[in-house]
């Protein structure tokens, strides 16, 4: 039995007048036991008002929306609308499932009435008077209703049903470890009768005390490749501190940074036109986004090989190789564009290297896939093409995997199948952190407490931010896209395509529909995928609920969803457009790379799930973004990654950040490794030639990307595509993005 909630209890000497109070019913499981009397009898009560609108619904639409509320206009719609809510509520009061919403939908449909009642018959000598018509009110149902449909909805459902409340951990007052005080407690904690509000889709019954309290320094939330990058880090940077990371799957990096689900293009803005954008009115091409993504691309590139060379991360080449990154168009209109782009960049230090070409021979020497079967004849639609040999491919699944050892072995704790489900920051400023555990023991739940908590836990990281309750997080919400690719194993395909290629989206598409056909390694195996092809889940991650998307919906990011839907009509229709896409269509699609594709070659596959950020703006209400940004905390003692792609590439960029915002009395002291770490640290490489060629040399010499023969010269070592490589599986990257606001 649990320990009575204390606080409400009115304690008596006297054991008989103890029982005559009750007090034997203060134990939370009576009050959940309560609540869900309440709701099963209201809803038994509701449902058949609903089912009178649906039987007859003139007869409300004519004698109570028409007669009472003409302002409304659409009588029969509002019938129906009233008749769903009786309904649905009904049903989802019964079984426990969105209760809150359900209920408070309820009291609007009960308030409504009772203004009926009041209209059509008066107040009937209410409260204290008899009733003229009769032993009862006529507005004394839907007034009663009205009470237990705001109780239901502000107490929220209990623990019993299939979405319950969670007990969070809310002490009365802070208590120090290990303290009389604390010692004296029968449970360790006294909670509050009202900490019962996060929602929990996984059990039936939950709440259950944490069975393993423990104090650490820094949590990190998901072991993904952000996580895992921020843990290895400041294990270097203090290696005495007890840092922890909790990963809900078996094993990490396998949601977001899994091989099939994250980016392997390695952004560095070498292929992808939408960082480089035009403006239609000036012709004037913009390369800052892309500057700036390749600057802290080449910050990622300098950690590994610092790892590398500590004996951190194994050979480079079981995670990263050189591949060709190649950008293709066709169009007099767009060979131009290419051109001029081409230009831009290599004037910039950490771009010398692209080359342009519209030469046909050129291009079916770079890239002869492209030209297999392509009619190439004087009269044939222009082309162009541009290269950077000194590409990479990124297998960030294995690299996070590679990570977590690291972490582990310079004494990170790392718990797999444990799941965040509370968060709550006491008085003294540090979060205590309910997990979950897939274990034996009662409740399966354990607490943590650290003064800083990291959430990166991918298109989950919304849901975690908001149980925090920081006001940061308000006004974000999150739209989720999934994505297909084609993919093709087929050795005498594979060994025509060593690059990876990227074009233009088709007109009123969207960035994230940037088709590319790319060589990869997936599990060893070589291949070709060619996307993507959006889908839409309402799930944030590949395995969660499909309740995701609606849990996330608050008061206060409602409006700025909205706005940003709105604004974004084109992304509706392109996906409804990408859902409805035949099997015909996609090969249609593959054909303006591969002209000559047959569809016994290439067969598909479902890429991760990738959660884009949706935001309140001062000036357009709401937006749609694409890109990463960091939420944290205004004291930095909690923060999470928000966003998608280009996320992997840049995740030492991010870490940085998080360092910085976080930890700002270790400025002074942490430079010298961070130096030692990233020797670009605090400078920027594209502002000095002579640092860049020498930083991009030094890392690919580490990285093992090129072979430094004698002098200064140096040689690329290419990879055959159709070699086997074992362990260097190469993701999947099919949202090339246009906006990082992470970094500072």
Known sequence: MEEPRGPSRLWCHNVFLDFLMCNWLDYEVFADLGMLILRVVSASLIV?????????PHAFADHVIAAYFPFLGAPLFWTYLSAAVELGGSFCLVVGLFVRPAAGLLAGTMMVATTFQLLAFGLQNYPFGQPPSGPAYTFEPSLAFLAFTIRIATAGPGRFGIQTSCQ??????????????????????TYHPEALDDACMRCLCCGAAPTVKEDVDVILIGAGIMSTTLGLMLMELEPTWRIHIYESLPNAGDEASNGWNNSGTGHAALCELNYTPENKATGEIDISKAVAINEQFQVSRQLWSYLVKQGLLPTPKTFITRTPHMSFVEGEKNVDFLRRRCELLQKQPLFEGMEFTSDIDQIRQWAPLLLSGRDTSAGAEPMGLTRVEEGTDVDYGTLTKHLARAFIAKGGVYQSNSSARSFEQDADGRWRVAIHKDD???GGMMEVRAPFVFIGAGGATIQLLQKTGIPEIQGFGAFPISGQFLCCQNPAIVSKHPSKIYGLASVGAPPMSVPHLDARFIDGQPMVLFGPFAGFSPRYLKSSSIFDLISTIRWHNLIPMTAAGLQNLDLVVYLVKELLASKHDKLEALRKFVPDARPEDWGYTWAGQRVQIMKKDPKKIGILQFGTEVVSSADGSVC??????????????????????????????????????????GTKLNGDAHKARENMAYTAKALELWEVAAGTKTVPAV????SSNSGNASPVDYLPLATNSATK
Not at 647 to 675: R, T, Y
């Open 48 to 56: 058949h008002h609903g089912l009178v609108k649906v039987e007859n």
């Open 440 to 442: 034996l023991s009662a």
């Open 719 to 722: 990879r055959s595509p159709g």
């Open 640 to 681: 999470g990654l928000l966003g998608a792609s280009p996320g992997a590439s840049i995740c030492v960029q991010v870490a940085l950040d998080v360092i910085k915002n976080s930890f700002p009395s270790k400025s002074a002291s942490w430079e010298p490794k961070l130096k030692e770490m990233i020797p670009s640290f």
């Open 168 to 189: 969070r951990i809310r002490p009365l007052k802070s208590v120090a470890p290990g303290s009389d005080e604390e010692a004296q407690r029968p449970s360790g904690r």
